[in-house]
Structure formats: structure tokens, C-alpha cells
């Protein structure tokens, strides 16, 4: 135990000893580690025995204690770079100027040659130059004065269009009918005013590396590593012996011996760099070799490679990424656009160009697509054209049809009368008399010192939009002029055969609106009680209260709101404006034997509503108009944008943070504020709607059953295709062979006619006839005389085996007959004299093919003092030999007179130019055997004092050199952007600082920038 016990004591000395010393031992700080030593934020701190060293960083100079950044472009020549050296901390970039690239080296610059991309958007010749590049023409035309384009020459006059003016490069008219020569951007005029003297600011002079100007022209120089080739433009690297002796000349061999003695025992920069590939600095290890940004130093410390930025993480950009010697650049998937990080890529919204779609515009990331409202169709790949559904079989009536825009109706022969099915027609005797429906009636009233008006509608509402600013309010129905209806002298109404007797004035008028935009807005006060009190109180008697027929009431918005940074809008004002048609039937119960005859009485109508129109132009102008219908009462929005909560149009509800119109099968409960279910006995077979119309049927019939309807055959118990009966409604028969019936709910089958069968009763088409031939598309079928015969001109067939074709929409028609698709149909109109300060010139039917033969003039005639700025953005023309389809600008028609532009193929690339005349004469014209996409050419007019300034811009190649700055050019947004500034420069304060970066590269604000610096210097 006693052994034990001192083991124990023994353990527990030697500890408490281990503990003491360790206790006495110093301990041991890592000021590095802790971060309290004094070196510099740029030093590299280094732990040494009982101490720490501080050194700066390559790129840096100093004890440690203090690093300043070395500025590698003021040593060694220029930092070797044979052209731009850029100084960032720590290291240095080389850069070229526009029109060469760097090379592998990192230092050298070559040429680019812009003639490899698209002919360097030349239309004619493309002939690459040491830092530039020119184009020229073939024999018989002269470059224009946008540098890329050609002109045919006249033959005739001694102005300038003629080959002997003498200028050699942009000739100018003078007012004394003289010519005065211009040269282009980097080149001044000779001493003779008709030559042009090449200078360093363009293309560098032709120089490789360094360029002088002088009196007779740019000498060109090499940096001191390189040595100038015979053509006395390019520049090779010399080797190391030639550098040596030249940089050296004047020192003494013995002192050369000596330093290259000192060389052979430790390496240094001194001797080829140092092995160095960029840049070299010698240490008391030997010698540091370096890379300029972009590059990285590879294992054997010397040699430098060019990083691939697109290898890791696509380089940060969005969509595309290209690596360059020494760096790399983002580009962007069409229908984007890169923003000024010049990493994203932003999608580009078509829509908001107010030209983009006639009705309704639908953007998506890249794209966007066109949407016609109902009765219409697209044609030309934006445009909305109405339906002229009376071409397709009589659209469907048994006896007369109709055609009206965005619809059509059908109606009978005297002693019938239209059954439920708005189809067919049955025997007017005997039928139980029709409830008339309610009429739109307008009540006027003076309060708070002004005129108020509502305009109450109770049955046969009908909501429509157009455009995204644009809506179509009809209530009653209208009474179209058929073709068997009587037209009065005046034109003011028609006598129907229906309503024989019974006469109807129809007028138009339009409201200015103060509003911005066009929107519907659910009123914020209870108008039914306020409409109510006027009824019972006296001090509210109603100056107007008029029971209307038919009432349609358009909105059209001027033009989209543009904000400023202050919340204002730019440039002029926006409205919107109200288009309104009423038709008022005469009231027969005022004809008088004695006193006043129908014409009398009619007059008087005339006079009581043109009254009534003055007090609801107050009332529109007050604002102070408002709407009842479908149980929800509505106000013209006071310019509230449709995105905030609870502003949607009517017939629409919010959904997240948009808009949304009410389905088919549902219609916007007002007191609700929601969509509901059409109930059962009801159907809707529309968007946006306010109410449902009544599921049809005969008396006594059980209601349906079905709820959300979405069209009139949902509502069940109709005949099917290919059936019929009495009433349209079950038990229905078959159609008999030798007829077919593709409706529902009808009341007979339609005969093939020409003694054709069918192969089985109940056929829902006419292609069920058996026919003697089959009928390709393009064609109908002739059942008189069993012939397919090719569709007129203005029609069209895509079907087999139909026996009728389609008109085309609205005002277009084909170029030839036997067409076989909508697309063929084609819009003329075109040409005009345009605006004084912007606007746009645009082949006919674009963005759909032109027509064929068709010929357009334009005149545009600036306001004094302005001139004519014009952006190609993209043009198609059939490429072919005898330039049948053209484009030409000049001065007049005369073919003599001054030409600014003109072309007879497609060019995709941009292309910007100013008018080489103070007026425009332009002409398209096209030929009967080819078609294309043609053109959209923006133009804005601008302050001559600017000629200079716009002039050197649009004629410098670096406008069109990067891919980011064609897609400006083409970008219809950031155009009416630049041309809102040009025509009215005040209009910059309008955008703010961000919109203006986040509008364009950084590229393009440099180019730009330099460009108004160098114009605003004294």
C-alpha cells in the first residue's frame, strides 16, 4: 500500500511541475494571423522568427508598411502595348481601337475584317482597310451618303446625282444650284474643296500601331519592339539582337560586356524580358513574371494565356457568351436585349409599341403574338380584319344575311319573322306577340353647377375590347340598312321591311376626352341612389331624358402615357376620345294630319337630339358621365392605370397584379366584384361580359339544367349537326340524303344542290356530297355545273372539296385568284404625305408580304429649320437581276433629282442616314412576280443646328461594328426613345437617370458620348 501511495505523489509532481513550466514558457503571437501588424491594405504580410515583413503586392510598390499601385503603361513602352494601355490597381489591360482585336500576346493589335460579317453591310462591294473597311459600288452607281448603300447616276443635269461632280465623297446641293463636297468622318477636305485627306481619326490612319497626322497625311509607327513593313502600315516583332542595339546604340561594348556577364549568373528582365511573355520585374529571388487582366500566368511562371471567361458560369451572361483575346462579351437571343451591365439580357416588349398588333397584343419572353376579337381575323400577321360571314353559305340564314363589323345578322322576307335561332325563319302569323326589350334611355341633369348623364341599359349589353386601350360599349339593337331597305334622301335612317313605316334617325358624334387612357371604372358612388334622389327632387329635374334604340359608344386611346421622372406625361398631352352612335326611332305618335306631317316630326327628333348631344359633350368634358348596366354602375376611369387594385376595365377582375378578363361561360357580377357562373338557363359565349343571354326555347320548355355555358348548344336539348326539327329542339330527324346541316339547333337542312346525294342521311357538311370531282384548295365547287372553278380574287379556299370560298378581311384583298390561305390576303392601302416630326414609312400589309403591282409615294415636308434623320432597321425585297421591287428616296419625283436612298434588295443589317434634301419624295413600287416581308422605316425630323452632331454619328462604321448596337437600331422602344429626344430635345429631362442606363450598353453611351463631347467642344 505504501508503494501505492508513493507512486501516486510522485505522478502528481511531475505534473504540477509540466504545469509550471508550461506556465513560465512566453507565448507565441502570429501577428499576421491576428491581423495587428501594420502592413499595407496591398502587402503580404509574412511571419518571421519572433517577428513579421510586410511586402507589397505584385503591381505595387513600397516598404509594406506603404503600397502605392505601379502604373505598368507608364514604364517599359506603353506597358508593351502597341496601342491603348489602361492602368487598373495592381495590373494594367491593353486595348485596341475600333477595328482591331487584341492579339494572343495580349499586347499586339490586328486588323479586323469587317468584310467577313454580312459584306460589312455594304450593298455592293466590301473592300477591308487596315482599321477600317469601305464599300463600293459597280459601274453605274455612286456611294450614298450613308457609306453603304448605292445610287444609280443620272445621265443628265450637273448636280449631283451626275458621275462629274467631282467631289470624292459626299457631294451637297448648294441654293445657287453648285455642288459643295463633304468628306466623311476621320478625313478632312483638301485644299482643292474636292478631294478627301485619310487622317488618324479614322480607321487610325491605316496604321497598324502608332499614327502621326501631318500636312500630306497620317505616317504610321510601330511601338519599339516591332518594326514597320514595307507597306509602311503593318508592323512585325523584331528579335531580341535588332531591340537590343536599337534601344542601346550608345553604350559602350565594354559596359555591354559587363552586363552580360552579370546576366549569365542570375537572370534578370533586362535580358529578353525575362522570359517573361507580359511583364516582368526583378526581385531579390529572380524574376517575377506577370499578366495583364484577362490572362493568367501559367505553371512555367512565365508564359501567359488567355482565360475562356465563357468557361465558368457562361462568363456571367444571360445568354451568350463569346471569349476574346484577353476578355469576352454577353449577346442576346432575338426578342432580347442587353442591358447596360452588359451581362443580362432583358426581354424586349413588343407590345409596347403601339403599332405592333391592331387588337390586342400578347407579349412573351422573345416574342409576342397577335389576338382579334371576335368577328374578326388576322391577316398580314398583325392586323384584324372583320369576318364577312355572309360568304360562307349565306353565313348559315335561310333567307337574307347581313354583314356588319365584327359580325353579322340575319333577317327575313316580309311575312316571316327571325326564329330563336337568329337562322332561320318562320311565318309571322299567328305568333304570340313579343315583349320589346327595355331601350338605352339618357338622363341629363344640372348639379353642382354643371351637366351629369347617365346612360342606362337593361338588356342586350355588350362589352368588346380592341386594343389594350381601346373598348366597345353597345346596348339595343341596331337596325341594319338591308338590301331591300329604303334609304331616305338624307341618309339620317333606314325603313327596314320589318319596320315598314316605322323610320329611324342614326347619327355620329365624338367626345374629346381629358383622360389618358381609355378604361372602364366601377363608380365609387351608390349613381342608383343619386339617380333615384334626382327622380324624386326638384331641384334635380332632368334637362335631357332620351330612349335610344341602339347606342355604341368607342373609346379610343390617342396614344400611350409616357412618364416623366416627376410622374408627368412627355411631350403633348394624351387623350382619348369617344366615338358614339345613336339611333332614335321616330315617335309616330306626334304625326299630325293639320299640323305636322312625318318630315315635320322627323326634323324635330333631329333637333332634340343634336341638343342632347351638346349637354353629353358637357357632361363628357366635366367628366361627369356615367354608365348603368347589368346591376354594377361605371364611370370613364379618371386615368388610373388598369394594374392597380380594384381599376380593372369592366368586365374584368384582378388576378394577382393583372387584369384578367371574365371567361366564356361567366360574366362579371358588379355587386359581387367577381366572375360568376352564367346560371342555369343562360349561356356566354364571349370574354369580358356583364351579363348572359337567355338560353333560347320554345314556350313551356323545361329550362336547362346547365350552368357556365359557354355557347348556345350548351345549353342542351338542341339538334345536333346533321339534324333538325320543328322548333331546332328534340325529338330531331335526321337530314334527308341529298342535304346537310353543320349548325346546331335548326329548323331545315341545306340541299347539295345540282341533284348531289349524300352516301347516308344526317351529313354535317357539304363534303359529304358526293361530288363529281374533288375540289383542291383554292377552288369551290360549281354544283350547276359540277366544275371546280378557281376562287375570284379577294377570296379564298384552304378546304378540300367545298362548295364556296371566303371573302377576304375588312379592305384587303389577293393578288391573284385561286388562293389558298388567309395570309394571301393583302392590304393596298399605302403612302400619304407624313408627320412634321416623326413617323414611319411602311410597305403595305407589313409585317405581312406586300402586294403584288402596287405602288407607293410619300412626301415628307419638314417644318423651316429641320432636317430628316431615317433608320433602316431591316428591309426585304426579292433579290433578283431587274430590281422589280424598289425603294427610292430623293428630292422629287424627277429621276434626276437628288437621291438619298435607295435599294431593290433585302438587307438585313441597320442602316441610319440624314436626307441629302430638306424634303422627301418617296417611292415602293412592286412588280406582279415577287412578294416580301418590305419595310417599317421610323424617320424623325430634328433641329438643323444639330446637322454636325447627327451627321458624324450615323456615319461612322462603330454605329453598326457590334451586333448589341444593331439591335439598338432595331429596338422599335428604345428608337421612339431617341427620336422623342432628337424631334424635342426637351424631352430628355422625361427620362430619368436609371431609365437611361438601363436603356443602352455601355458601349453605345461611349460611342455617343464622345460623339457630343467632341460637337459641344468650343
Known amino acids: 500500500m505504501g508503494a501505492f501511495w508513493a507512486t501516486r505523489d510522485f505522478c502528481l509532481f511531475l505534473l504540477l511541475l509540466n504545469s509550471r513550466q508550461s506556465a513560465a514558457l512566453p507565448e507565441i503571437r502570429d501577428p499576421c494571423a491576428e491581423g495587428s501588424?501594420?502592413?499595407?491594405?496591398?502587402?503580404?504580410?509574412?511571419?518571421?522568427?519572433?517577428?513579421?515583413?510586410?511586402?507589397?503586392?505584385?503591381?505595387?510598390?513600397?516598404?509594406?508598411?506603404?503600397?502605392?499601385?505601379?502604373?505598368?503603361?507608364?514604364?517599359?513602352?506603353?506597358?508593351?502595348?502597341?496601342?491603348e494601355c489602361n492602368n487598373i490597381p495592381g495590373n494594367y489591360r491593353c486595348t485596341c481601337y475600333d477595328g482591331f482585336n487584341l492579339a494572343h500576346d495580349g499586347h499586339n493589335c490586328l486588323d479586323v475584317d469587317e468584310c467577313k460579317f454580312n459584306n460589312g453591310g455594304c450593298q455592293?462591294?466590301?473592300?477591308?482597310?487596315?482599321?477600317?473597311?469601305?464599300?463600293?459600288?459597280?459601274?453605274?452607281?455612286?456611294?450614298?451618303?450613308?457609306?453603304?448603300?448605292?445610287?444609280?447616276?443620272?445621265?443628265?443635269?450637273?448636280?449631283?446625282?451626275?458621275?462629274?461632280?467631282?467631289?470624292?465623297?459626299?457631294?451637297?446641293?448648294?441654293?445657287?444650284?453648285?455642288?459643295?463636297?463633304?468628306?466623311?468622318?476621320?478625313?478632312?477636305?483638301?485644299?482643292?474643296?474636292?478631294?478627301?485627306?485619310?487622317?488618324?481619326?479614322?480607321?487610325?490612319?491605316?496604321?497598324?500601331h502608332m499614327c502621326e497626322d501631318t500636312e500630306n497625311g497620317p505616317i504610321c509607327k510601330c511601338h519599339v519592339r516591332y518594326t514597320l513593313q514595307p507597306d509602311k502600315r503593318s508592323c512585325v516583332e523584331r528579335d531580341e539582337a535588332t531591340t537590343e542595339s536599337s534601344d542601346h546604340n550608345a553604350t559602350s561594348f565594354a559596359e555591354v560586356d559587363k552586363r552580360v556577364k552579370r546576366r549569365l549568373l542570375m537572370e534578370t528582365c533586362a535580358v529578353n524580358n525575362g522570359g517573361c511573355d507580359c511583364t516582368c520585374k526583378d526581385t531579390s529571388t529572380g524574376v517575377r513574371c506577370s499578366c495583364p487582366v484577362g490572362f493568367t500566368l501559367q505553371p512555367d511562371g512565365k508564359t501567359c494565356k488567355d482565360i475562356d471567361e465563357?468557361?465558368?458560369?457562361?462568363?456571367?451572361?444571360?445568354?451568350?457568351?463569346?471569349?476574346?483575346?484577353?476578355?469576352?462579351?454577353?449577346?442576346?437571343?432575338?426578342?432580347?436585349?442587353?442591358?447596360?451591365?452588359?451581362?443580362?439580357?432583358?426581354?424586349?416588349?413588343?407590345?409596347?409599341?403601339?403599332?405592333?398588333?391592331?387588337?390586342?397584343?400578347?407579349?412573351?419572353?422573345?416574342?409576342?403574338?397577335?389576338?382579334?376579337n371576335k368577328g374578326y381575323t388576322m391577316y398580314g400577321l398583325a392586323h384584324c380584319g372583320d369576318v364577312n360571314e355572309c360568304s360562307v353559305n349565306n353565313g348559315g340564314c335561310e333567307q337574307g344575311c347581313e354583314n356588319t363589323m365584327g359580325g353579322f345578322e340575319c333577317f327575313c322576307r316580309p311575312g316571316y319573322k327571325l326564329h330563336w335561332n337568329k337562322k332561320d325563319c318562320i311565318e309571322a302569323e299567328g305568333s304570340p306577340p313579343v315583349t320589346p326589350p327595355s331601350k338605352p334611355t339618357l338622363n341629363c341633369s344640372k348639379q353642382e353647377g354643371g351637366d351629369r348623364c347617365f346612360l342606362t341599359c337593361q338588356s342586350q349589353v355588350h362589352i368588346s375590347s380592341g386594343t389594350e386601350d381601346s373598348y366597345t360599349v353597345t346596348c339595343g339593337m341596331p337596325l341594319p340598312c338591308l338590301a331591300d331597305a329604303q334609304k331616305?334622301?338624307?341618309?339620317?335612317?333606314?325603313?327596314?321591311?320589318?319596320?315598314?313605316?316605322?323610320?329611324?334617325?342614326?347619327?355620329?358624334?365624338?367626345?374629346?376626352?381629358?383622360?389618358?387612357?381609355?378604361?372602364?371604372?366601377?363608380?365609387?358612388?351608390?349613381?342608383?341612389?343619386?339617380?333615384?334622389?334626382?327622380?324624386?327632387?326638384?331641384?334635380?329635374?332632368?334637362?335631357?331624358?332620351?330612349?335610344?334604340?341602339?347606342?355604341?359608344?368607342?373609346?379610343?386611346?390617342?396614344?400611350?402615357?409616357?412618364?416623366?421622372?416627376?410622374?408627368?406625361?412627355?411631350?403633348?398631352?394624351?387623350?382619348?376620345?369617344?366615338?358614339a352612335e345613336f339611333e332614335l326611332d321616330v315617335n309616330l305618335e306626334e304625326v299630325t294630319a293639320e299640323s305636322c306631317?312625318?318630315?315635320?316630326?322627323?326634323?324635330?327628333?333631329?333637333?332634340?337630339?343634336?341638343?342632347?348631344?351638346?349637354?353629353?359633350?358637357?357632361?363628357?368634358?366635366?367628366?361627369?358621365?356615367?354608365?348603368?348596366?347589368?346591376?354594377?354602375?361605371?364611370?370613364?376611369?379618371?386615368?388610373?392605370?388598369?394594374?392597380?387594385?380594384?381599376?380593372?376595365?369592366?368586365g374584368q377582375v384582378l388576378v394577382g397584379r393583372k387584369c384578367v378578363s371574365c371567361s366564356v361561360g361567366t360574366y362579371f357580377d358588379g355587386d359581387q366584384g367577381r366572375c360568376v357562373l352564367c346560371p342555369a338557363g343562360t349561356y356566354q359565349d364571349e370574354e369580358g361580359q356583364m351579363s348572359c343571354e337567355v338560353c333560347p326555347g320554345p314556350e313551356g320548355r323545361e329550362v336547362s339544367k346547365v350552368v357556365g355555358a359557354r355557347n348556345m348548344s350548351e345549353c342542351g336539348g338542341q339538334c345536333s349537326p346533321g339534324q333538325y326539327s320543328r322548333d331546332g329542339f328534340s325529338p330531331c330527324l335526321s337530314c334527308p340524303l341529298g342535304t346537310y346541316q353543320p349548325e346546331v339547333g335548326r329548323t331545315s337542312c341545306f340541299p347539295c344542290g345540282g341533284n348531289l346525294v349524300t352516301k347516308r342521311s344526317g351529313a354535317a357538311t357539304f363534303q359529304e356530297c358526293e361530288t363529281k370531282v374533288q375540289c383542291s384548295p383554292g377552288h369551290y365547287y360549281n354544283t350547276s355545273t359540277h366544275r371546280c372553278i378557281r376562287c375570284p380574287m379577294g377570296t379564298y379556299q384552304w378546304e378540300f372539296g367545298q362548295n364556296y370560298c371566303m371573302a377576304c378581311p375588312g379592305n384587303t384583298t389577293t393578288d391573284f385568284d385561286g388562293s389558298t390561305n388567309i395570309m394571301q390576303c393583302k392590304n393596298r392601302q399605302c403612302g400619304g404625305e407624313l408627320g412634321d416630326f416623326t413617323g414611319y414609312i411602311e410597305s403595305p400589309n407589313y409585317?405581312?408580304?406586300?402586294?403584288?403591282?402596287?405602288?407607293?409615294?410619300?412626301?415628307?415636308?419638314?417644318?423651316?429649320?429641320?432636317?430628316?434623320?431615317?433608320?433602316?432597321?431591316?428591309?426585304?425585297?426579292?433579290?433578283?437581276?431587274?430590281?422589280?421591287?424598289?425603294?427610292?428616296?430623293?428630292?422629287s419625283s424627277l429621276s434626276n433629282s437628288v437621291t438619298t436612298y435607295e435599294t431593290c434588295q433585302t438587307y438585313e443589317r441597320p442602316i441610319a442616314f440624314t436626307s441629302r434634301s430638306k424634303r422627301l419624295w418617296i417611292q415602293f413600287r412592286s412588280n406582279e412576280g415577287n412578294s416580301g416581308k418590305g419595310f417599317q422605316v421610323p424617320y424623325v425630323t430634328y433641329d438643323e443646328d444639330y446637322q454636325e452632331l447627327i451627321e458624324d454619328i450615323v456615319r461612322d462604321g462603330r454605329l453598326y461594328a457590334s451586333e448589341n448596337h444593331q439591335e439598338i437600331l432595331k429596338d422599335k422602344k428604345l428608337m421612339k426613345a431617341l427620336f422623342d429626344v432628337l424631334a424635342h430635345p426637351q424631352n430628355f429631362f422625361n427620362y430619368t437617370a436609371q431609365e437611361s442606363r438601363e436603356m443602352f450598353p455601355k458601349s453605345f453611351i461611349r460611342f455617343l458620348r464622345s460623339k457630343v463631347l467632341r460637337f459641344l467642344r468650343p
Open 37 to 83: 501588424d501594420g502592413c499595407h491594405i496591398d502587402a503580404i504580410c509574412q511571419t518571421t522568427q519572433g517577428s513579421y515583413k510586410c511586402t507589397c503586392k505584385a503591381g505595387f510598390k513600397g516598404d509594406g508598411k506603404h503600397c502605392e499601385d505601379i502604373d505598368e503603361c507608364d514604364l517599359e513602352y506603353n506597358g508593351g502595348c502597341v496601342q
Open 124 to 208: 455592293h462591294t466590301c473592300v477591308n482597310t487596315m482599321g477600317s473597311y469601305e464599300c463600293r459600288c459597280k459601274e453605274g452607281f455612286f456611294l450614298s451618303d450613308n457609306q453603304h448603300t448605292c445610287i444609280h447616276r443620272s445621265v443628265e443635269g450637273l448636280n449631283c446625282m451626275n458621275k462629274e461632280h467631282g467631289c470624292a465623297h459626299i457631294c451637297k446641293e448648294t441654293p445657287k444650284g453648285g455642288v459643295a463636297c463633304e468628306c466623311r468622318p476621320g478625313f478632312e477636305l483638301a485644299r482643292n474643296q474636292r478631294g478627301c485627306i485619310l487622317t488618324c481619326n479614322h480607321g487610325n490612319g491605316g496604321c497598324q
Open 310 to 372: 465563357c468557361e465558368l458560369h457562361n462568363g456571367g451572361c444571360d445568354h451568350f457568351c463569346r471569349n476574346t483575346i484577353g476578355s469576352f462579351e454577353c449577346n442576346c437571343r432575338k426578342g432580347f436585349k442587353l442591358l447596360t451591365d452588359e451581362r443580362s439580357c432583358q426581354d424586349i416588349d413588343e407590345c409596347f409599341f403601339e403599332r405592333t398588333c391592331d387588337h390586342t397584343c400578347v407579349n412573351s419572353p422573345g416574342g409576342f403574338q397577335c389576338l382579334c
Open 488 to 579: 331616305n334622301n338624307s341618309g339620317l335612317y333606314c325603313l327596314g321591311p320589318e319596320m315598314a313605316g316605322v323610320p329611324r334617325i342614326k347619327t355620329t358624334a365624338t367626345f374629346k376626352s381629358g383622360i389618358a387612357k381609355c378604361n372602364l371604372k366601377r363608380s365609387q358612388e351608390k349613381l342608383r341612389e343619386s339617380l333615384n334622389s334626382a327622380h324624386s327632387d326638384s331641384r334635380f329635374l332632368f334637362t335631357e331624358n332620351v330612349q335610344f334604340s341602339y347606342v355604341s359608344l368607342r373609346c379610343t386611346s390617342s396614344g400611350q402615357r409616357m412618364r416623366s421622372r416627376h410622374g408627368r406625361k412627355a411631350g403633348e398631352e394624351d387623350s382619348s376620345s369617344i366615338t
Open 597 to 650: 306631317d312625318l318630315n315635320c316630326v322627323r326634323r324635330r327628333s333631329e333637333k332634340r337630339l343634336r341638343k342632347t348631344i351638346r349637354t353629353l359633350r358637357k357632361s363628357i368634358n366635366r367628366e361627369q358621365f356615367h354608365l348603368h348596366f347589368a346591376g354594377a354602375d361605371y364611370e370613364l376611369s379618371k386615368g388610373q392605370p388598369a394594374e392597380l387594385p380594384g381599376h380593372c376595365v369592366a
Open 847 to 891: 409585317p405581312g408580304n406586300y402586294p403584288a403591282n402596287v405602288e407607293c409615294t410619300w412626301t415628307i415636308n419638314p417644318p423651316p429649320k429641320r432636317r430628316i434623320l431615317i433608320v433602316v432597321p431591316e428591309i426585304y425585297l426579292p433579290i433578283e437581276d431587274e430590281c422589280g421591287d424598289y425603294l427610292v428616296m430623293r428630292k
